[in-house]
């Protein structure tokens, strides 16, 4: 007999049932539940919580580990993947070194506010015209030296009074774990920009320089856009880097 209330509120879905089953695991995940680094319970206790058989909750597993909210250790047992972890987290940005590593780097915030969504921030973030979204205007440092400014838009629904705070975490996991909000696919656009007067004081750069645009959008896992950013890099050392399966 299925006991989790999502499964049950949900029990006349026309979804396929292990899809029905992830969401109410990865509900756990994302209420806390389970906590970062914690075990969950066998393939076959769950199975049994749910009133589903061994082969659908192993299909609900295999997607949730696909999605990269859980690992299965030989031998140990399956675990929840902490999302700020440094492999996780670097999956959304992929400017390198010459040596080929993700640049941490530093953050220099300089205006976090909120606000009515502007055209453009509807069209991205997928809101309507009276709803508001929060918005972070930052500097990313390599040794000292910035090297690409960010402009961030995300719905103020998907993280209440964050800018009111009047601090914002340098990576978008490590706020969307705090809020809750179970982070998906990311996407991003690359185009060539010049530097406008802005850019180029922010940067160090003659107005007019050569650019890179990198227009970043990054769902939720039910897909929902949760960060929308617009980043201007000078990469001089530095590199973009696409991995292919």
């Known amino acids: 007999m299925v006991t989790d209330p999502m499964m049950t509120a949900s029990r006349f879905s026309t979804r396929p049932l292990y899809l029905q089953v992830r969401d109410a695991l990865a509900a756990r995940i994302a209420t806390g539940d389970w906590q970062p680094g914690a075990a969950i319970p066998n393939e076959g206790d769950l199975a049994r919580e749910f009133g589903v058989s061994s082969g659908t909750m192993r299909k609900a597993l295999d997607l949730l580990e696909s999605e990269r909210l859980l690992t299965r250790r030989q031998g140990r047992g399956t ?23 993700h640049i941490s780097g ?45 402009h961030i838009s995300m719905p103020a629904s998907l993280f209440p009074g964050l800018a009111k705070r009047g601090e914002f975490p340098h990576r978008i996991t490590i706020l969307a774990q705090e809020f809750g909000v179970l982070l998906g696919k990311g996407q991003e656009r690359i185009s060539i920009d010049t530097a406008s007067p802005e850019i180029a004081e922010a940067l160090r750069l003659a107005p007019g320089t050569p650019v890179l645009m990198l227009d970043r959008l990054i769902h939720t896992l039910d897909g929902r856009p949760a960060e929308w950013r617009l980043g201007r890099c000078h990469c001089a050392d530095k590199f973009y880097l696409a991995e292919f399966n």
Do not use: W
């Not at 300089?110 to 500097?139: F, I, K, M, Q």
């Open 79 to 101: 675990f929840v993947n902490d999302q700020t972890s440094d492999e996780l987290a670097e999956r959304y940005s992929n400017i390198r070194a010459q040596g080929g590593e």
């Open 106 to 150: 530093d953050f220099q915030i300089l205006d976090v506010s909120e606000g009515v969504a502007n055209d453009a921030e509807c069209t991205r973030l997928s809101v309507r015209e009276h709803e508001r979204v929060c918005r972070v205007r930052r500097l990313r440092l390599c040794h000292g030296k910035p090297f690409m400014s960010e």
